[in-house]
């Protein structure tokens, strides 16, 4: 069973194109992000739900669109795909201080 | 705000060698304190935790402790693997936090 799952792994798309990554988790958190993974393996939050509340939008351009339909999905959206989007992107979901659990990434290169 | 500094890679060791990652944070309040491990092509694995001062955690050989005097969370181990070999990041976060703030990551190699 896995428990923070991502779809799709790899995504290969060209510039200007609008693409979406689904995540879900069966762990029953509260609490779900994404997160961006640059080329220097550097990681950083972009946004958090907590009960499908938006709670950090972390100055992310706006071509980027969560969407939290239950507290077991976090979808993210991206309008017109730019080389500099290119990155691995993880889901994680949290439940106070028991931990954070990260999918397995979604790795976007844009041509 | 919060931020995290770990040493900059990368670590070559030699098999059986000894490890230390430093890691020391800025934080307000009293955070919990983590080590991620990612192994290649992999996601993120915690490896260990702490949620108070003076807490050490501990797993599969690895430990570190929450030190709030010094603020520092470095991570050791007595004698690596090949199979460790990997990047470890060290975080803080928790609580209403709602978010992990992480270093920049430490890759590790470790030779036979």
């Known amino acids: 069973d896995t428990a923070v799952s991502q779809t799709p792994k790899y995504l290969v798309t060209q510039m200007g194109n609008d693409k979406s990554i689904k995540c879900e988790q069966n762990l029953g958190h509260d609490t779900m992000y994404w997160y961006k993974q640059d080329s220097k393996k550097f990681l950083k939050i972009m946004f958090s739900y907590n009960n499908k509340e938006l709670i950090i939008n972390e100055t992310v351009p706006n071509r980027f669109s969560p969407k939290s339909p239950d507290k077991a999905h976090l979808n993210l959206h991206i309008n017109s795909l730019e080389l500099g989007d290119s990155a691995v992107y993880f889901c994680?979901?949290?439940?106070?201080?028991?931990?954070?659990?990260f999918g397995s990434g979604t790795r976007l290169t844009v041509v | 705000g919060d931020s995290v500094t770990q040493m900059e890679g990368p670590v070559t060791l030699s098999e059986e060698a000894f490890l230390t990652i430093n890691c020391t944070y800025t934080a307000t309040g009293y955070p919990s304190l983590f080590w991620y491990v990612q192994y290649p092509g992999e996601g993120l694995q915690l490896l260990l935790k702490?949620?108070?001062?003076?807490d050490k955690g501990s797993n599969k050989g690895f430990e570190a402790t929450y030190r709030k005097e010094t603020t520092s969370f470095h991570l050791e181990k007595g004698s690596v693997q090949v199979s460790d070999s990997a990047v470890y990041f060290c975080?803080?976060?928790?609580?209403?936090?709602?978010?992990?703030?992480f270093g920049k990551g430490t890759l590790l190699t470790v030779n036979p």
């Open positions: 702490a949620t108070k001062a003076d």
């Open positions: 994680a979901s949290s439940q106070a201080d028991y931990g954070y659990t």
């Open positions: 975080a803080l976060g928790g609580g209403s936090n709602y978010k992990l703030t």
